[in-house]
């Protein structure tokens, strides 16, 4: 299924490097002229899905096609596609000028030939004779300049790299690349390195080049923002596989799923239930939406803090009619407040142009229309607002299961005191850390009766999957565990669940540097 | 107080440099005069330096020295480079395996690796051609063995420091292999390179041990003991007293190394005010 104007086309590509499937069967076809960003945190594929379209990596499956031809295995000084580098990778023992011109000097380009009078030299079947001649000294420079004039540089064309700055050695990779006029250009995290006022600057500058230049830009970053402000198309991308692949816009609106809507933008994620046609719970009440799920299936919700609307009221209510919060947090953004709500045992972040008070008790409501609602892929348990306690346990829906904290740093211990010891001696408390709980399907086992296990519930819904049961499990919390076994329960049936420590995977949120014992 | 400690500095430095230069100047000044015992002064007279120009047995062993110190150092820039680079892109493991086995000959007595190549020599020599082996080519190898190591520490640094992702920039914008080798990779280490030649050529230069054990007749020494300067020293040494032409010899090597100092570091101020010249550009 070629796409018209389908400039690259990776079919089924995957890649595997030291025993490590780094990038997974992924196909994606890219259209000529457009700015594409691959988006995603680091060790996800997206560079190497980069080198591997540079050709600097061979795919171990699957066909890389550059306008219909098979490019595959052809070395990458053969392919009309040049890249900026994310260090830049120039070379330090040439001037900016010649740093430029290095690839013009190696191209050579077919010349037809003519005799001195100017009339074409035939061959024997009459067709003209075309030698492959460098360019001329002229054209290099005039070439040359106008790359040094695109990028602001036309100045310091005589100045050693080691005395630009970091922005000034980013244009010269730009102008060394776009100097070759390549079919496409390869960004790899080219603003990493700069400051993020030149970074914002750049990015404009990116945007407006490749208006002027109309050729293809695969950009690859892990900067949502540098993918939302610069890109036509945006992939995400995760543990080596494409996770969607939409204009900005449609990522922002309709992320596909939780770590989309996560990773683009700053979101609130919850794991809802369908109650009834149109209606999905979470945060403990019922709201409508316009996403049309069957009812009682497991869904993820994402609501952006700019579509929450506050309400003040004057004492509590009770909960089944509205849904209620009050504001814990306030931090001034200058544009607008940023809240957060307690709403019972969760929380929601809220951007408010209304001035409010800690202490407040707010009605919270949300429109349907921007309420989104995902399919959730069922092969995990994923509890999104799990934590870990004193005793190094992680609390979901506020239960203690054994876990394994040291999963969290690789080569880390726990020292007497609880604390982790990272390889590097570095220290940290988890106590109360906020971390992503995930657990398989068949690693929960249901036990008969209450207090037989670490949690206790009540199984609200079995589905046989033909060779096995699915079974929803609701904690008296709220929580849902949804658990895949062989054996057959009733609903309404009491039980209560156990996990075994190695099998509760951890992903810390955000930095774990924050956690740090100084 | 701080004029003191400036002048202390100074004073401090100068010493240090007196250190250094007094032998040489010792032996510039005693090399305008004949006496055959050092310290005796026996007029001022060139003497030395006409006896240096009609003394052949001198001038055949400056020549093997000469000769051998650049072919070994030749042979081993061209090794040793290629043995940095091939361990460079090897894989982490073997990398610091091969870093280390490089080391060992560089911090090992001479001695050691004087000895092993002799018996080595004598041996392929005994049973493979039945025949004496020890001449220019096994003084060679043994100068070669005994400077790559020395080439190889002075060109891994400079693969280290470069940017490995400029072979691949090199790659991307056209060169095949082998340009982005000449045009990228071997500027990039030449320092390196060039450092390892100098090397090469100051361990090859002055060495005894290893030549003493591995040469053979040949080269302008004709059929005899390929004589060096430093063996010829050594041998006469034995006898005393040190023929005093050496002390001409030695003032004309130095003043030859001075000259050239200063040549570089003319050319390189030079360098850096030339204006640069683009073709193409009217």
Same mark, same amino acid.
């Given at each position: ?174 102008? #060394? ?34 208006? =002027? ?34 204009? /900005? ?29 149109? =209606? ?49 947090? =306030? ?22 142009? #209304? ?34 306690? =004193?005793?190094? #346990? ?5 239960? /203690? ?99 075994? /420590? ?17 | ?276 010249? #683009?073709?193409?550009?009217?």
């Amino acid at each position: 299924m070629e796409k018209e104007n389908c400039i690259i086309s990776l079919q089924g590509v995957s890649k595997i490097f030291d025993g490590q499937t780094v990038v997974d069967n992924i196909s994606l076809d890219i259209t000529k002229g457009e700015f594409v960003t691959i988006l995603g945190p680091s060790g996800c594929g997206k560079t190497m899905t980069l080198r591997m379209i540079a050709g600097f990596e061979i795919p171990s499956e699957g066909k890389i096609l550059l306008n219909g031809e098979d490019i595959t295995k052809i070395p990458p000084y053969k392919r009309p596609i040049n890249t900026v580098f994310q260090r830049y990778a120039l070379f330090p023992y040439l001037d900016v000028y010649d740093n430029v011109a290095f690839g013009l000097k190696l191209k050579k380009i077919p010349v037809p030939q003519v005799d001195k009078k100017g009339n074409p030299i035939l061959d024997k079947n009459g067709e003209q004779v075309i030698k492959m001649k460098h360019l001329s000294p002229k054209d290099i420079d005039q070439k040359v300049a106008r790359a040094l004039r695109i990028v602001d540089l036309e100045e310091l064309e005589d100045r050693d790299i080691s005395t630009l700055s970091g922005g000034q050695q980013q244009r010269v990779a730009i102008a #060394r690349a776009i100097v070759n006029e390549p079919e496409i250009l390869l960004l790899d995290e080219p603003l990493g390195a700069l400051d993020l006022k030149m970074r914002k600057e750049m990015q404009l500058e990116l945007k407006d080049m490749h208006k =002027k230049l109309g050729i293809t830009f695969i950009y690859v970053t892990h900067d949502q923002e540098e993918a939302l402000t610069m890109s036509d198309t945006i992939v995400v991308m995760k543990g080596g596989n494409i996770e969607q692949v939409g204009s /900005p816009m449609d990522i922002y609106n309709e992320p596909r799923n939780a770590y989309v809507a996560n990773f683009i933008g700053e979101s609130n994620i919850y794991g809802g239930t369908m109650t009834a046609k149109l =209606k999905v719970r979470f945060l403990n009440h019922v709201f409508d939406c316009v996403d049309d799920f069957p009812v009682n299936e497991k869904v993820d919700v994402v609501v952006r803090p700019e579509d929450v609307i506050l309400t003040k009221i004057e004492g509590k209510k009770d909960q089944k009619d509205i849904c209620q919060g009050v504001i814990t947090e =306030k931090i001034f953004k200058g544009v607008h407040f940023e809240y957060l709500v307690e709403v019972g045992k969760s929380e929601i972040t809220v951007q408010d142009t #209304r001035n409010r008070e800690i202490g407040d008790i707010v009605k919270i409501d949300i429109e349907p229309d921007n309420i989104h609602i995902m399919k959730v892929d069922l092969t995990v348990n994923t509890f999104l607002d799990a934590w870990i306690d =004193k005793e190094n #346990r992680v609390r979901i829906s506020e239960q /203690p299961f054994d876990v394994d904290v040291t999963q969290l740093l690789p080569n880390s211990t726990l020292d007497e005191e609880g604390y982790l010891i990272a390889a590097n001696g570095k220290k940290y408390d988890l106590n109360d850390a906020d971390v992503i709980a995930e657990v398989g399907l068949s690693n929960i086992e249901i036990i008969d009766g209450y207090d037989n296990g670490q949690c206790n519930g009540v199984i609200v819904s079995i589905i046989y999957k033909g060779d096995h049961y699915q079974i929803m499990v609701r904690t008296d919390e709220e929580e849902e565990f949804v658990v895949d076994t062989m054996y057959s329960w009733n609903e309404n049936d009491l039980v209560s669940i156990s996990i075994k /420590p190695e099998d509760i995977k951890l992903t810390i949120k955000g930095d774990i540097a924050k956690y740090e014992v100084q | 107080m701080v004029k003191v400690k400036k002048v202390l500095a100074q004073t401090y430095i100068w010493l240090v440099l007196l250190l250094m230069y007094l032998p040489v100047l010792v032996l510039i000044v005693f090399s305008f005069t004949t006496a055959k015992q050092v310290g005796q002064w026996s007029g001022f007279s060139f003497g030395l330096y006409k006896n240096l120009l009609t003394s052949r047995e001198i001038w055949v062993a400056v020549g093997n020295t000469f000769i051998i110190a650049f072919t070994s150092a030749f042979v081993s820039v061209v090794l040793g480079s290629i043995g940095a680079l091939g361990s460079f892109y090897s894989k982490k493991k073997w990398q610091s395996l091969y870093d280390n086995v490089t080391q060992i000959p560089i911090v090992n007595a001479e001695i050691v690796m004087a000895l092993s190549l002799c018996v080595m020599f004598t041996f392929i020599g005994t049973y493979v051609f039945h025949n004496e082996i020890a001449s220019y080519w096994t003084l060679l190898i043994g100068h070669v063995v005994l400077s790559i190591p020395f080439v190889y520490i002075s060109v891994k640094p400079k693969l280290q420091q470069m940017d490995p992702s400029v072979y691949e920039a090199a790659l991307d914008l056209g060169a095949t292999p082998m340009q982005a080798l000449r045009k990228v990779i071997i500027p990039e280490i030449m320092p390196g390179v060039l450092s390892g030649f100098l090397l090469a050529i100051t361990l090859s230069l002055d060495d005894f041990v290893i030549t003493q054990f591995t040469r053979g007749a040949g080269l302008l020494s004709g059929n005899s003991q390929i004589e060096t300067i430093s063996t010829y020293v050594q041998s006469h040494i034995a006898k005393r007293p040190v023929p005093p032409e050496l002390r001409a010899l030695t003032t004309i090597i130095f003043l030859i190394v001075v000259v050239a100092v200063i040549i570089i570091t003319i050319r390189n101020i030079h360098k850096s005010k030339q204006a640069k010249v #683009r073709k193409g550009r009217d």
